[in-house]
């Protein structure tokens, strides 16, 4: 088996700091849907680099946040049992809206591990000193590895994270064949890109009720598509109002819109139908939640 340099890195914070962002500018491609909501990722999802001479396979996971329901509950287990699995971990944090954030601190305190502070949203920054008073407020709080301000949005310091980060990999195996960027299957990817768009287009509640499921996918040999059908799942029937919108036009614009990203990134021309169906209290039913892939494994 060949070796090389080789790790995983978590990439865990608060929601909405960027973390999503970050790894699809790693990677150079969209593995992981973002949006200005919190909460938008769900699962754990690799992003994977190779390199010459490295593999970094990268984390993401939900932010970190007190969840109520048992769909939240379980979201935060994924980020908190990603940091034991890992090499190497980078919190991000808001280069704006940053503050010490302890219950997060405080999980790397036995980890034993490097962690990273990386300041993210620089871009957004009006002077140095605003950079200097974050940095100080986080590094009185735990002892980092190192610190990188980044923008993950303009993509830049990347180079200088991805440098900081090679010489705690080890010698190991190349974990994914060199031209695989995700673990995540290409049906889940499209129903993620589907919720993207949804989380655009809809506010309030609405956002964290839906859950989206591939439901067919069948070459449309004539057509030289694929058909592809797709079941939104909402818990209350206003919900699916809000959804389908005036005479159907908000559905039309989140399939038009993701039909056009699903085409793009997966090379792929598909025909998409999508369904909406009401389903009470689903992110509190077990049965429900492994049905639209929210089980054990998430
Ligand atoms: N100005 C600015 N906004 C960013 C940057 N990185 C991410 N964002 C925005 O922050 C929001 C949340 O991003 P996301 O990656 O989904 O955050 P996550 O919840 O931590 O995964 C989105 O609206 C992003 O466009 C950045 O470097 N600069
Ligand atoms: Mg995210």
């Known amino acids: 088996m060949d070796m090389i340099k080789s790790g995983f890195i978590a990439i865990v914070g608060r929601p909405n700091v960027g973390k999503s962002t970050l790894l699809n500018a790693l990677i150079g491609t969209k593995v992981s849907i973002m949006s200005p909501k919190p909460q938008t990722t769900r699962h754990r999802i690799l992003g994977v680099l190779t390199e010459n001479d490295y593999q970094m396979i990268f984390v993401d996971t939900p932010g970190m946040h007190k969840g109520k329901d048992l769909l939240n509950k379980k979201i935060d287990q994924v980020a908190v049992s990603s940091l034991g699995d890992v090499d190497i971990v980078l919190f991000v944090v808001d280069g704006i809206k940053g503050s010490a954030e302890e219950h997060i601190i405080n999980y790397f305190t036995h980890l034993n591990k490097p962690v990273f502070l990386v300041i993210n949203k620089i871009d957004e920054l009006k002077n140095k000193a605003q950079i200097d008073e974050i940095i100080l407020s986080y590094i009185s709080a735990f002892s980092f590895e190192g610190v990188i301000p980044i923008s993950a949005k303009n993509e830049t310091y990347l180079k200088q994270l991805k440098e900081s980060l090679l010489p705690h990999l080890e010698e190991g195996p190349m974990y994914f064949p060199k031209d695989m960027k995700s673990d995540q299957s290409e049906e889940k990817l499209m129903s993620e890109l589907i919720r993207e768009k949804i989380l655009f287009h809809t506010e309030q509640e609405v956002p964290h009720a839906v859950a989206v499921v591939i439901e067919s ?20 029937p206003t919900q699916k109002q809000i959804l389908i919108g005036k005479n159907g036009e908000k559905m039309k ?27 009470k209290d689903w992110r509190n039913r077990p049965s429900d939640l492994n049905a639209f892939g929210y089980g054990d494994d998430i």
């Open 217 to 236: 996918l069948e070459e449309n040999d004539e057509e030289n598509t694929i058909d592809v059908s797709a079941l939104i799942i909402v818990e209350r």
């Open 253 to 279: 614009k989140i399939g038009s819109e993701a039909r056009k990203e699903i085409n793009q990134l997966l090379h792929t021309k598909i025909h998409l139908t999508l369904w909406v169906k009401v389903k």
